[in-house]
């Protein structure tokens, strides 16, 4: 069965090339040429996925995202974006879109990511069927790996025992370990799990928007209101709001949360009629909020109010047991993305993962692994495929002061041969720069030295990649 796939563009003629293109890959494929269009023809019909520019005339990426996911929390949103800006690229993934595609549109990218969002589809839609509450998508969500380690186990037994309650609960852990995974998990496993989960990143509001944005506005509040606008509280109503870094809310913004929590009402900025609320509340921060209002930089109350559960999410690095594990998920479903089959990694490079620190942890290890699979041509990712912060760390540990690399220097008054240390930091920085030079080659072999697509594959400026080259040569 063909999946529907809805396109919001204003620019006509991208829509006509990408229409055109998807219908012959076998999409049954619609158009609107705005979002206010768009977003009605979603709640008329049933689609499977939505690809959406950021950039509309009457709404962006984002306000088109929350409401389709308002409307359908099981929708797939694809964010176009002519702007390769990673800031708008987590927000806009933080918020539940499933991926984003910068311009100019690759039609092997646009299937690749096609391919995958579908196969999300059809793996959620078996998941609801086959396995009810009671099976625990911790264990059975094919898209989710917990892991084995002490620590892990400690962790998915307390978000089993608090899932099923509605206490607000406050989740701990730097960035990367998953707090949004585990909110989403918190709320798949609760009674109110058919209803919305919005997510939403208070470290990227102003202090001006974010009590439109938390609470929604009436047309004319302020400049620029030009129509009626639902917050993240009354999308989220009768399901769970996610609240990612909330220490970084303003003290004015904690008040005004504090009274809704308490009063479970609220008004829309600039609005009369109250709105009840039925809302369970999930908050996430990397400072510790007690720290926080000891010092004066949050309000003790809202504090209490969140802390009736907490959760401390571990770092990779102290999972070193799960590493391998969450490698070969992370490979796995790069290769079904990338209709790949690479088999597996080197001895050394799983090495080399166990002892690298992970300071990105979880979304460090899948983009390594999503990067290593892109380069990689043979049935095993090897070193020099990995990025040169992870290869200079293991040389590190390998090629300590107390075990030093040697080489033959001048003899000694009594004839014998004096060996002189190498300084190691030459050593590391030629290693580093070896691998570095390699994964660019490799890259630039296989879009025909291409220089622009080699840049974007590789993550860097094309300025950067130049000098780079340049170096090389030189």
């Not at 060996?419 to 920085?429: A, G, I, R």
């Amino acid at each position: 069965m063909k999946k529907k796939i809805l396109i919001i563009d204003d620019d006509l003629d991208m829509c006509a090339l990408l229409s055109s293109f998807l219908t012959r890959n076998n999409y049954e494929v619609e158009v609107s040429y705005s979002a206010v269009q768009g977003i009605a023809k979603f709640k008329q019909s049933n689609f499977d996925i939505v690809i959406s520019d950021f950039r509309l005339g009457d709404k962006d990426g984002k306000d088109v995202l929350l409401e389709i996911r308002a409307h359908n929390p099981n929708a797939i949103v694809l964010i176009i974006t002519g702007y390769s800006d990673i800031k708008i690229a987590v927000e806009v993934i933080k918020l539940g879109a499933y991926d984003y595609i910068t311009k100019p549109l690759i039609p092997d990218e646009v299937l690749s990511v096609l391919k995958n969002a579908v196969n999300k589809f059809n793996a959620n839609a078996e998941k609801q069927l086959n396995h009810p509450l009671k099976n625990s998508p911790l264990t059975d969500d094919k898209s989710f790996l917990t892991g084995h380690a002490d620590s892990t186990r400690e962790l998915y037994r307390q978000v089993e025992i608090v899932a099923t309650t509605d206490y607000s609960v406050i989740l701990y852990g730097e960035s990367g370990t998953g707090k949004e995974v585990i909110a989403k998990k918190i709320h798949d496993l609760s009674h109110r799990k058919n209803k919305p989960f919005v997510a939403m990143d208070c470290g990227t509001l102003s202090k001006e928007l974010a009590g439109s944005e938390l609470f929604g506005h009436v047309k004319g509040a302020f400049t620029g209101a030009q129509s009626d606008k639902e917050g993240h509280f009354e999308m989220a109503n009768e399901g769970t709001l996610f609240l990612d870094e909330v220490a970084n809310l303003s003290y004015d913004i904690q008040a005004s949360l504090l009274r809704v929590i308490q009063e479970r009402k609220f008004k829309r900025v600039g609005g009369t009629k109250e709105i009840s609320l039925d809302i369970r509340i999930i908050v996430a921060s990397n400072e510790n909020l007690q720290d926080a209002y000891r010092k004066g930089k949050f309000r003790e109350d809202l504090y209490h109010r969140f802390n009736e559960f907490c959760i401390q999410l571990p770092p990779l690095r102290q999972r070193k047991e799960d590493i391998p594990l969450f490698a070969n998920f992370f490979l796995k479903n790069t290769c079904a993305e990338l209709n790949k089959d690479v088999k597996g990694f080197a001895n050394d490079v799983i090495d080399m993962f166990v002892n690298y620190t992970w300071p990105g942890n979880l979304r460090e290890c899948r983009n390594v692994i999503r990067r290593s699979v892109l380069l990689c041509n043979e049935e095993i990712i090897t070193a020099n495929l990995l990025p040169a912060e992870i290869i200079l760390q293991y040389a590190n540990k390998e090629y300590k002061h107390d075990n030093p690399v040697y080489t033959s220097g001048d003899n000694n008054t009594n004839g014998s041969e004096v060996l002189t240390p190498v300084k190691k930091d030459v050593y590391l920085k030629d290693t580093a720069a070896k691998a570095e030079y390699e994964a660019i080659m490799k890259v630039l072999k296989e879009v025909n030295f291409n220089k622009t697509k080699a840049a974007i594959i590789l993550n860097v400026d094309r300025k950067t990649l130049y000098n780079k080259i340049k170096n090389y040569e030189n």
